[in-house]
């Protein structure tokens, strides 16, 4: 790693690379507050700038169409987006969102989140990440799978086993998976499982994979207890999101006998200081046509807002929903002593330095929902090897990696006297430069 911060400082002056960066930043918001974390910690690295540069933007992007008969006939055209930020470490990775308010700058920021979690947990992938305009709430299951379908084929010239590897996230599923698998396996000519990963097991998907990302954050959560020496037994959860990945943190913390005082969705939130029966409100979520908390019933809760959620009198905050969720006006009301990210980007860089002056452990996205991440890249390998892994396997290379990852990053932030975010960032940074500079620049 080059130390060199005259390096850096020289070609920030560079005019040409100066407007491209203004032009490009004043249209990605959210792309622009990723950088500025990367910027602060590549400066604090002193990494030479012609290093780091190439790595600021995002390689390959892709806009597409999605013409789609509907159920009564008529033709709706959704937009759909691909973006690879960096294929430096191997194939891109990252999952694909259903939403109707998602933009390419959002995508842009998810795909290079995607480029740093790789690197921080040391998997050979680089990042991408996909979606889709639509509101899946609204669709029928067969305009659900045909916009999968066709998005999938709008998609083909940059994915593949060796190029990209979709994945699920947000309003997406394994079932949609299977659709994107099957989608591509027509085009091939022959079945390519591993060309997906968070697949039904029936075609090639790992055990362990769809608990992954709540597992790596009980992985996570364990050590962060376990280095501020705190006793889970007696601490109180409050969680942010109750789909995929808050759901299922909030059940593995259950099962551990853990109390979560707080839950919510987009329906709403319960609350009930003695601790919530996180299996009656599984079973409801399930039951209900919806799958959201709404019609809960149970002896001694009480309704939240998720102002209130955010804000609640507890130990640990788990945000596992959506993005710039914790901003500064709820940064200052937080009352919480520990933040594990499970979402991506919950925490906006105004919050986040808010929390940091606070006091607020906040252990970033890129660490402690890497388990997703992890549990895929073991599917993608046993499809590759065309083997079965027993799930007792899975979670204990899950476990290592996660345990392993916490370790690095708090042992850095402790010898850079900075925040376990900006320690995360360090490593992945100071890695993917590694890799691009062994790789050289093309021509
Ligand atoms: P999901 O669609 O299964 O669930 C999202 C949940 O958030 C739902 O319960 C929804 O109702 C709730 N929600 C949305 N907006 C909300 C709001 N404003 N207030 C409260 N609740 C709200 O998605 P998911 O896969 O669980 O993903 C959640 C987050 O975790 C996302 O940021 C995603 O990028 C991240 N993530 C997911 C994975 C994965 O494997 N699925 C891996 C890593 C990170």
Redo the contacts with the bound molecule.
């Keep these: 790693m080059t130390l060199d911060n005259s390096c850096y400082g020289n070609a920030a002056e560079d005019q040409q690379g100066q407007n491209y960066d203004r032009s490009f930043l004043e249209e990605n918001h959210s792309y622009r507050d990723m950088l500025s974390t990367l910027d602060t910690c590549a400066k604090k690295m002193g990494v030479c700038w012609d290093d780091y540069l190439p790595l600021r933007y995002p390689e390959r992007e892709l806009t597409v169409s999605i013409p789609v008969e509907m159920d009564d006939g008529h033709i709706k055209v959704f937009v759909g987006y691909r973006v690879q930020h960096s294929s430096v470490r191997g194939p891109c990775k990252g999952?694909i969102?259903?939403?109707p308010d998602v933009n390419l700058d959002e995508v842009r920021t998810?795909a290079a989140l995607m480029t740093w979690?790789c690197a921080l947990v040391n998997i050979p992938y680089g990042g991408a990440k996909g979606a889709v305009q639509c509101d899946p709430g609204k669709l029928s299951s067969r305009e659900l799978m045909k916009i999968t379908r066709r998005y999938t084929a709008m998609i083909l010239p940059l994915i593949g086993p060796e190029k990209d590897i979709p994945?699920?996230?947000?309003?997406?599923?394994s079932q949609i998976m299977a659709w994107i698998m099957d989608t591509y396996s027509a085009f091939q000519g022959f079945t390519v499982p591993e060309a997906v990963t968070?697949k039904p097991i029936e075609i090639g998907g790992s055990l362990g994979?769809e608990e992954?990302?709540g597992r790596?954050v009980l992985f996570t959560i364990n050590q962060i207890a376990r280095t501020k020496g705190i006793d889970l037994k007696k601490a109180s959860f409050a969680i942010?999101?109750?789909?995929?990945?808050?759901?299922?943190i909030a059940q593995l913390l259950y099962q551990e006998g853990y109390r979560i005082v707080a839950v919510?969705?987009?329906?709403g939130?319960i609350y009930k200081e003695e601790g919530l029966d996180i299996a009656d409100l599984s079973n409801h979520?399930r039951e209900n046509p919806s799958?959201?908390?709404e019609g809960y019933k149970a002896e001694g809760i009480s309704s939240i807002t998720?102002q209130e959620?955010l804000t609640s009198e507890v130990d640990i905050l788990i945000?596992?929903?959506?993005?710039n969720?914790i901003t500064e006006d709820i940064a200052k009301d937080v009352k919480a002593k520990i933040i594990v990210e499970?979402?991506?980007?919950?925490t906006t860089p105004e919050g986040d330095q808010i929390l940091n002056e606070k006091g607020v452990v906040v252990v970033p996205?890129i660490l402690s929902?890497?388990?997703?991440?992890v549990v895929?890249y073991l599917e993608w390998v046993q499809n590759l090897q065309a083997l079965m892994w027993e799930e007792r396997k899975v979670n204990a290379f899950l476990r290592k990696i996660m345990e392993k990852s916490f370790q690095d990053v708090w042992e850095l932030q402790e010898q850079k006297k900075t925040t376990l975010r900006e320690a995360a960032y360090m490593l992945a940074l100071e890695r993917t430069i590694k890799a691009r500079k062994i790789r050289g620049t093309f021509p």
């Design positions: 999952g969102r259903y939403a998810l979690k994945a699920p996230d947000v309003n997406t599923n968070g994979r992954a990302t790596g942010q999101g109750f789909g995929k990945v808050g759901r299922t919510n969705d987009i329906s939130g979520v799958h959201l908390i998720n959620l945000p596992a929903a959506r993005e969720q499970a979402a991506n980007g919950p996205d929902n890497a388990g997703g991440v895929s």
